[in-house]
């Protein structure tokens, strides 16, 4: 009976049509119930300042027993006029509708919703219709449900709207709610007509709320900040708060599981281009984390997949290499998919593409027993939909994922460039940043100046804008070639390397830049490759291995 009810309401709504004009105002007075309860009626119900879709106040009204918690309200229109009629919903059960409308009443309703969500409908008035009635409503025995930004939008019958809003004051009781190493969270009082406040650091406008609270985030560690926060609505913004100072903790935290504080990173190639052929078990002892070089795009926007080149590496086969990867992990390594590489045709560009991708990695790490995933695409990313799609895969996969990625040095000039947006977005699940120092033009340090790879200070003064621009030390570590054969330049010898980790980490060692401070919790250093390593004699994980792990 209740859903042939609604069936019958559901078709007298699809058959409306009409659209307001210019002219048009909202009749509906106190729509965003800033002044409590007034000019509505309601069997039950209050207002609440959370949650919120505009403003500072929404209804709450709890069906009981045989009452289905209904308010209503009165409206002046004209007759033989078209009026759009519309709210947002939160919670359980909420109906909207209109009643006396002297032709077709009408209605729209929503099982339930767990964010905002707005509900539409029209109606056209009789010939001698001056009077309407408005209403929501929720469902007997079903949870509370939340209305906010009630809109009766035709030609006005007389009553007028809603006056014109005035800009509003300023908010009051400002305050630091909490802090981690890279965020800040504040807190206010809300402000009785704003719709909205905008959150200030260090003077910069920064973020935009509806809500009375905020969390600022891609912060430095260990680093004090200035914030304001102002309240807004369609007539402008009020003056800013007296500004409060908020200091982010000392160390950042991210995901990586049992990754060592100070790790080695190593690339293991997938394919054979005159290096040496290695199985997983002839990777070095030295590298804590192997990144297996490379997941391939598939037919899928976004998904990827994995195929073991066994006839080019001699032979191997995929249940030799899924033993070998658990041997390494039961070994204490982390051996994770690449996704990427020069050639990589990895895209993320979409919702779609971000849920791809998220759900093909998981499938391969339960498949080999990959631990987590290296983001190396070298030919861009959307940060939006690539944020979308790690912190989906954190999800699946859990606090032990290991995030990796290896952005060129153009990647990190700025935290405006997509990759270090990501970096910064997953902040809280990310383990390591391994920027490629190779393969480079000259780049400006954090000093800005020039500075040309190749040098300890290249090193140095490009690793200082990731560690001052918001990523923890421990999740920022040196990306180096192998050997000369490993990369077209940038080579530098092992012990450049370890002169760059001792100038970031203990002030010593280095070369005519040196930072502002110290980074003792730095990662450590990664390279390509670890096939190159053995072509090598190992030189580069025998000299950085050691030195990387006997950092501070």
């Not at 918690?69 to 006029?81: E, F, M, Y």
């Not at 650091?201 to 609270?213: H, P």
């Amino acid at each position: 009976m209740f859903l042939v009810a609604l069936a019958g309401g559901a078709l007298a709504v699809g058959g409306l049509t009409g659209s307001a004009q210019a002219a048009d105002v909202n009749v509906a007075k106190n729509a965003g119930f800033e002044s409590g309860l007034a000019n509505w009626t309601c069997t039950a119900g209050s207002t609440v300042s959370s949650p919120v879709h505009g403003g500072a106040s929404a209804l709450k009204a709890t069906p009981a027993g045989q009452d289905h918690a209904r308010c209503s309200q009165t409206v002046a229109v004209q007759p033989n006029s078209t009026y759009q009629l519309s709210a947002w919903v939160q919670g359980g059960y909420a109906y909207l509708g209109a009643s006396g409308t002297g032709t077709t009443d009408v209605s729209t309703w929503t099982p339930d919703s767990a964010s905002w969500k707005q509900l539409k409908t029209s109606f056209t008035t009789g010939a001698s219709t001056t009077s309407v009635t408005v209403y929501t409503h929720g469902w007997y025995g079903q949870q509370p449900y939340f209305v906010d930004d009630v809109s009766v939008v035709g030609p006005d019958g007389g009553g007028g709207g809603d006056p014109d809003p005035v800009i509003p004051v300023a908010p009051s009781g400002l305050a630091v709610s909490g802090t981690t190493s890279s965020s800040v969270s504040l807190a206010w009082s809300p402000v009785a007509n704003a719709t909205g406040y905008n959150v200030y650091r260090d003077g910069t406008k920064v973020q935009s709320v509806s809500g009375s609270s905020a969390t600022v985030t891609g912060l430095a560690a260990d680093t004090s900040y200035s914030f304001q926060v102002t309240a807004t609505n369609a007539a402008g913004e009020s003056p800013r708060t007296t500004s409060v100072n908020g200091r982010t903790a000392t160390t950042g935290g991210g995901g990586g599981g049992d990754v060592p504080a100070h790790a080695v990173t190593g690339y293991w190639q997938n394919f054979n281009n005159g290096a040496a052929i290695q199985r997983i078990s002839d990777v070095q002892a030295q590298y804590d984390i192997i990144a297996v070089a490379f997941a391939d795009a598939t037919a899928t926007p976004g998904a990827v997949d994995f195929t073991l080149d066994s006839a080019g590496l001699g032979g191997y086969t995929e249940a030799q290499f899924k033993a070998d990867v658990a041997a390494k992990q039961a070994a204490g390594k982390s051996v994770i998919i690449s996704v990427g590489g020069e050639l990589g045709a990895v895209r993320v560009n979409d919702a779609a593409s971000a849920t791809n991708f998220a759900n093909s990695v998981y499938a391969l790490m339960q498949e080999y027993g990959f631990d987590g995933v290296d983001i190396d695409l070298e030919n861009g990313l959307n940060s939006t939909y690539m944020t979308q799609a790690l912190r989906a895969l954190s999800a699946k996969a859990g606090s032990g994922l290991v995030i990796t990625m290896a952005p060129q040095t153009i990647d990190m000039q700025s935290t405006s460039n997509e990759y270090f947006k990501t970096a910064l977005n997953i902040k809280d699940i990310l383990t390591v940043v391994n920027m490629q120092y190779y393969n480079s033009g000259s780049m400006l340090g954090c000093d800005g100046k020039v500075y040309s790879q190749g040098s300890v200070d290249f090193l140095t003064a490009l690793a200082c804008i990731q560690l001052e621009g918001g990523l923890a030390p421990s999740q920022v570590g040196l990306g180096l070639p192998a050997s000369t054969r490993g990369a077209g330049s940038g080579y530098v010898a092992p012990s450049v390397v370890n002169a760059a980790l001792d100038c970031l980490t203990k002030g010593t060692s280095c070369g005519s830049f040196k930072p502002s401070r110290t980074y003792p919790s730095l990662r450590g250093a990664m390279t390509w490759s670890t096939n190159w390593d053995a072509t090598a004699g190992n030189a580069w994980s025998n000299a950085v291995g050691p030195h990387v792990h006997g950092l501070p």
